[in-house]
């Protein structure tokens, strides 16, 4: 068995700042981040639900410049609003950013929606 890494609890309350920032974003944050026109490209109607940050993908480095993975939810509807289609789906994002002390701006996030075209 491979022995887990052992965080100070530092470490883990950067690494928690960081998550509940990513967990508070919205649509309007992804739009203003460039990364939001992708998802709306999936369909007609694209509804931002969620996105959840992984803990475990939590990289801070020194300077406190981080990047983590999260996963976005989206509902995706065709067809007409009386009589609409609709299909939920998630796609893996990157988001970096900066944390100072305890605040964690997010400066730039990227959702990958290849796996739509697969």
């Given at each position: ?64 410049k981080f990047e ?51």
């Amino acid at each position: 068995m491979t022995a887990l890494p052992k965080f100070a609890p530092d470490d883990r309350e950067k690494i928690s700042h960081v998550v509940d920032a990513i967990n508070r974003m919205t649509e309007t944050d992804l739009d203003h981040l460039n990364a939001w026109q992708d998802l709306m490209d999936l369909s007609s109607a694209t509804i931002f639900e969620a996105i959840d940050a992984d803990p475990d993908s939590v990289v801070i480095d020194r300077e406190g410049k981080f990047e983590a993975l999260a996963s976005v939810y989206v509902m995706l509807a065709y067809g007409s609003s009386r009589d609409p289609v609709t299909m939920s789906d998630e796609y893996l994002a990157t988001v970096r950013g900066v944390l100072d002390g305890t605040a964690a701006s997010i400066t730039e996030a990227h959702v990958d929606t290849s796996s739509f075209y697969e």
